[in-house]
């Protein structure tokens, strides 16, 4: 239907992926973190990869089944908007169809996630990426059908009974029509999704299979490969000079292919331009809005209130600068705990329970018994092992589960994550559980808003639970890097985004050198002279996979506003929050993005929802500050 929202999001929901830090094969209290060989890890924390398929031979039986079923759209084409009954039908069809590949394509690309060098995941998931194409080409015709029908008739259409079901889906799709293109059109575009994701599966390749990474001697005295899956853990280590070594050596790597890196994501960035004008619309930023019925002022708002605010965001720095004890900030230093140790450690058990506690105190038994039931029933994968990605997500279908995928490092920043994916995973069950397969899928606009809220909390429940000076230091610490990268950084690399597609509008050339001077000046204008300037910083963006996703990142900003604001309901102890969250994660994707978010009692837009989160992270610094005697 247009850029940013491909067929494909009807499909399955959306996979959630966090970039966190991989753990280090340390041990909290005797439990091992990382297992060379996967057959080693107890199995009640990995994956049960027969819920959806008992065996290879079904997943087989499946595809084949569906392969063969695929034609049967056909004999809807030109006959769509014939009546009600026959829209009706091929809505259905549609959907039936593509429910089943959903759990082919999620058990393909699990297999390979576990283990990245699994034959069967990898010939599957080719497959199933080739069926995939196939299906949205055949597809193509359904929805330029019902939105080029003249408007008596749909006026017509809305009210017949044989339609009811389908009514939000409708409305958003005739809400589109100037932007949708004739079937034909519509046909070969989507004949264009599968080689237009060769510009992320090279940036995939570069990254995991061809570049050599630098190897370097880490804390314990043993080599260790400074990858991308392992960057964020030397990153967050508490040795200074191991960060500086790691940084340097990652980076200089990635300037080895700054030109590959530019090229690749340069080209993604030329096919959102081109694709935003296909489908009439004035910028990619606009095409990126319409798909969530957003208003631009929101994300003006965002970008003003950041912007406002700025002397928040070096007041931050100076504030780390001071408890670190560095007379400057470098690029290495943004993302170490403020506590020489690094603060408390956890088990996955010690965090279950805690976590289970606050989802039953906070969000009642039916989150709990959700939560409870995912990891009775395996849905959760616990611990790193050799080959396996890095990160965390939940994904999963309307058949159900929605799978977690973690990489326990033992750290707060897990206990949270665990939380985080868990409110993704009991918003797809409530979802799924209280609408049909086309009105379950959440946009991303709202998608991060239950997490993002549930996570606030959790940090807030932890704080009121604890007396201990540096645990509270910790949680503190915590609360504020989660606003920095969650909130602010993203509204800084939604603007870089924003900025490089404006220049590809222009007609100026996406080089590493043009892309990176953005880059530089962002830096300037958010924080001013309080971090030091290196020369490898203006290739930061080469290392961030977001930005294959079309204008994503700032969606993680105003979740964080929205979550935010949720959480302040919860905080003033009114009584109806929890009711009211869980009636918004049942809402599935049966309304619009920012009519979910008023279920939860949130107007996005309203400014002093933005601003609210601004606020909050000067309070914290002043809490901040206070714990450490400053
Ligand atoms: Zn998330």
Do not use: C
């Amino acid at each position: 239907m247009s850029p940013v929202k491909p067929l494909r999001q009807i499909l399955f929901s959306s996979l959630f992926a966090l970039a966190l830090p991989l753990s280090a094969p340390a041990s909290a209290a005797g439990e091992v973190l990382y297992y060379e060989d996967r057959a080693q890890i107890p199995e009640p924390y990995t994956w049960d990869l027969g819920l959806y398929f008992a065996d290879e031979q079904a997943w087989e039986a499946a595809f084949a089944e569906l392969e063969a079923e695929l034609p049967q759209l056909e004999k809807y084409r030109d006959r769509v908007a014939e009546s009600p009954a026959t829209m009706a039908a091929a809505l259905e069809e549609q959907f039936r169809l593509s429910r089943k590949l959903g759990p082919l394509y999620i058990n393909a690309n699990q297999k390979i996630h576990l283990l990245r060098s699994d034959p069967v995941g990898a010939e599957q998931s080719g497959r199933v990426n080739s069926l995939l194409s196939r299906f949205q080409r055949e597809a193509a015709f359904i929805q330029p059908e019902i939105a080029l029908m003249p408007q008596d008739k749909v006026a017509a259409f809305r009210k017949a009974p044989e339609l009811k079901p389908y009514r939000h889906y409708l409305d958003n799709v005739w809400r589109l029509r100037e932007h949708t293109r004739s079937p034909e059109v519509e046909q070969v575009i989507a004949g264009s999704t599968l080689p237009g994701a060769g510009h992320f599966n090279t940036y995939e390749e570069l990254n995991h299979a061809d570049i050599a990474w630098p190897t370097i001697v880490d804390e314990n005295g043993e080599p260790a490969v400074v990858s991308p899956g392992q960057f964020a853990r030397f990153r967050a280590s508490t040795d200074r000079d191991l960060r500086k070594r790691a940084w340097e050596a990652h980076m200089q790597k990635v300037a080895d292919f700054q030109n590959t890196y530019a090229a690749t994501l340069g080209s993604k960035i030329q096919r959102d331009v081109w694709l935003a004008q296909v489908y009439r619309y004035p910028s990619s930023i606009e095409a990126a809005l319409s798909a969530s019925n957003v208003p631009p002022e929101v994300m003006e708002t965002l970008l003003s209130t950041v912007h406002d605010n700025a002397d928040k965001i070096q007041g931050y720095n100076v504030l780390r600068r001071e408890i670190l004890g560095v007379e400057t900030l470098q690029p290495w230093d943004s993302q170490v705990s403020l506590l020489p140790d690094g603060g408390r450690k956890y088990t996955f058990a010690e965090a279950w329970e805690l976590a289970m506690q606050f989802w039953r105190e906070t969000f009642g038994d039916e989150f709990a018994s959700i939560a409870q039931q995912a990891l009775d029933n395996r849905w959760v994968d616990v611990y790193s092992n050799e080959g396996k990605r890095g990160g965390a997500y939940s994904w999963g279908t309307y058949q159900q589960p929605y799978y977690l995928f973690l990489n326990w490092g033992g750290e707060f920043e897990d206990v949270s994550t665990l939380v985080h994916e868990m409110g993704h995973s009991v918003h797809g069950v409530l979802a799924s559980n209280n609408q049909s397969y086309h009105d379950a899928p959440v946009d991303l606009f709202v998608a991060e808003v239950g997490s993002v809220a549930s996570e606030s909390l959790f940090g807030e429940w932890m704080l009121e639970r604890t007396k201990d000076k540096q645990e509270r230091k910790q949680l503190l610490d915590h609360a504020l890097s989660s606003i920095r990268n969650t909130f602010v950084t993203q509204i800084f690399f939604h603007e870089w985004e924003a900025r490089v597609h404006a220049m590809a509008e222009e007609g100026q050339a996406l080089t590493a050198a043009s892309m990176g001077e953005v880059y530089v000046d962002l830096l300037k204008t958010y924080n001013g002279d309080t971090y030091a300037r290196h020369e490898l910083d203006a290739l930061h963006w080469a290392r961030i996979p977001h930005f294959f996703r079309n204008f994503y990142v700032w969606k993680y900003a105003t979740s964080f506003a929205a979550g935010e604001a949720l959480a302040a309901r919860f905080r003033s102890g009114d009584k109806s929050a929890a009711e009211d969250y869980m009636n918004m994660l049942k809402l599935g994707g049966s309304v619009y993005p920012l009519d979910v978010l008023k279920a939860g009692g949130v107007d996005m837009t309203d400014p002093s929802v933005i601003r609210a989160v601004m606020d909050r992270f000067g309070l914290l610094q002043q809490q901040l500050a206070r714990e450490f005697g400053l």
